[in-house]
């Protein structure tokens, strides 16, 4: 058991290693660059809407065990609210139909033989395409499956490009099928939907100081690591400007959770990917008509999922590079008129805010998937984690999660 492990990076990935790591006998601190921790799950108060807002809205499914695991431990379960049932809305902006779809629970998937209950205009023939996708190699999605249809248009096409924020006929087949794995081919019990109503740094990030606190660990903030040191096969020091040094001694380990460019001029010779994609939130400063459901798809708009939370509508647009430059005034003119006209809001844009992530994930592609590294690296005391590491999942909560875990399961395992 190490005397004393370091975590770089205090996004979920490391939030969750040292969560785990906290009951061990190990003095664990961790370094986040930034003055608050989260990473790419945080919230944050904005002036422009006088709200609390998260940087882009997140989206659980029941099905994402290690992140409710997580949230179970540092006391936030409850705060990750959804629809007893796997329901989720749809509206056509090219139309104006709506419909929803009703997963029952169960592996078998009775849905697909009620017309009320699937995707319109597609027959329960056309979901054997799913079954493709299960057990593909890597290759492009669109090498796998056809992508047309109503079934592609108007479910697979929206669920697979927010689950991999890549355009999914380039998207990784087998990314792809370890989410229908672990979702929709488990049934509706895995895949109601789930959001954090009070925001992400309430459920995520503000209990787990807590918990970390109350267990002894050290977490310091705006505290970047410049370099490494290493001698031979260990790390033997984190370099953080100046003169603040710290010495890693055998007994001791590191995980390197930064995100993918980080830790790739960090750690030498590690492979990562290197091409992202970006993602588009848009707030709006409005209550949501009475009985909206937590979140609609949306079809044929530059919106794809309008989100209701108290007090707020906020909607995402994902693989989003295509509006990294465009005008913001433009697109949230835009974007709330198709607001109005998903929810039936009408009325002047109230207050809103863009936020561009412009490397929200790295970009799903059987390519980049392929240089996603093992946790485990050429030094002995050294693990990485991230949502970026080989974890078989897309860029996800339930990915960094489950990386920063198998990280603290290696750290346990470290013999000096
Ligand atoms: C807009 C948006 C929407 C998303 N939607 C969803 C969704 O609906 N569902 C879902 O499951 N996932 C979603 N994701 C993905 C999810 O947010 C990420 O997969 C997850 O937060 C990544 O966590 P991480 O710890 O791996 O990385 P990060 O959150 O990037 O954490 C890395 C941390 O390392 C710190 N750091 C960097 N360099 C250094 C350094 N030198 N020294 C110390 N610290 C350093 C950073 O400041 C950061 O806090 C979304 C992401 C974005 C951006």
Redo the contacts with the bound molecule.
């Keep these: 058991m190490p005397r004393a492990v370091h975590i770089?990076?205090?996004?979920?990935?490391?939030?969750a290693a040292a969560v785990k790591l906290a009951a061990s006998p190990a003095a664990i601190a961790l370094?986040?660059?930034?003055a608050m921790?989260?990473?790419?799950?945080?919230s944050y108060q904005d002036h422009a809407t006088g709200l609390l807002i998260d940087?882009?809205?997140?989206?659980?499914l029941t099905g994402?065990h290690a992140?409710f695991t997580y949230a179970r431990t540092i006391g936030s379960e409850k705060l990750l609210v959804g629809p007893e049932k796997a329901e989720f809305s749809f509206f056509d902006l090219a139309n104006r139909q709506s419909w929803t779809l009703h997963l029952n629970d169960g592996r078998f998937p009775w849905w697909i033989f009620n017309a009320d209950h699937r995707v319109p205009g597609t027959n329960p023939l056309d979901y054997l395409r799913l079954a493709r996708l299960l057990f593909a190699k890597d290759r492009p999605i669109g090498d796998v499956i056809d992508c047309d249809g109503p079934l592609y248009e108007k479910l697979l096409a929206p669920l697979l490009t927010?689950a991999l924020?890549t355009e999914p006929r380039e998207a990784s087949a087998a990314l792809a099928g370890a989410v229908i794995r672990e979702t929709l081919a488990r049934g509706g019990a895995e895949c109601r939907p789930r959001i954090a109503r009070d925001g992400l740094g309430t459920a995520f990030v503000t209990p787990a100081l807590a918990y970390l606190a109350k267990a002894g660990a050290s977490v310091h903030l705006s505290?970047?690591?410049?370099a490494l040191r290493y001698d031979g096969d260990r790390v033997t020091g984190l370099d953080f400007g100046g003169a603040d040094f710290v010495a890693i001694e055998p007994q001791d380990a590191v995980i390197m959770?930064?995100?993918a460019f980080?830790?790739a001029a960090?750690v030498p010779g590690i492979r990562a990917p290197t091409a992202f994609r970006a993602?588009l939130?848009t707030h709006f400063r409005a209550e949501s008509p009475q009985g909206m459901p937590p979140l609609i798809g949306v079809l044929n708009g530059i919106s794809e999922w309008v989100f209701a939370f108290p007090g707020r509508i906020s909607v995402?647009t994902?693989n989003a590079d295509r509006f990294m430059n465009e005008p913001r005034e433009k697109l949230a003119d835009t974007i709330w008129r198709e607001v109005c006209a998903v929810t039936g809001l009408s009325g002047d844009r109230p207050a809103w805010q863009i936020?561009r992530?412009r490397r929200?994930?790295f970009a799903a592609t059987p390519e980049e998937n392929a240089k996603r590294p093992a946790a485990e690296t050429a030094w002995r005391n050294l693990f990485l984690?991230?949502?970026?590491t080989a974890t078989g999942l897309p860029?996800?909560?339930?990915?960094?999660i489950r990386?920063?875990n198998r990280a603290a399961d290696l750290v346990l395992a470290y013999q000096r």
């Design positions: 770089i990076g205090g996004g979920l990935a490391g939030l370094h986040e660059a930034a921790p989260g990473g790419r799950c945080r940087n882009g809205n997140h989206l659980l994402n992140a927010a924020n505290h970047e690591i410049r959770a930064a995100p980080a830790a960090l993602i939130n995402t994902s936020v992530e929200a994930t984690a991230g949502d970026w860029a996800t909560i339930e990915g960094a990386s920063g």
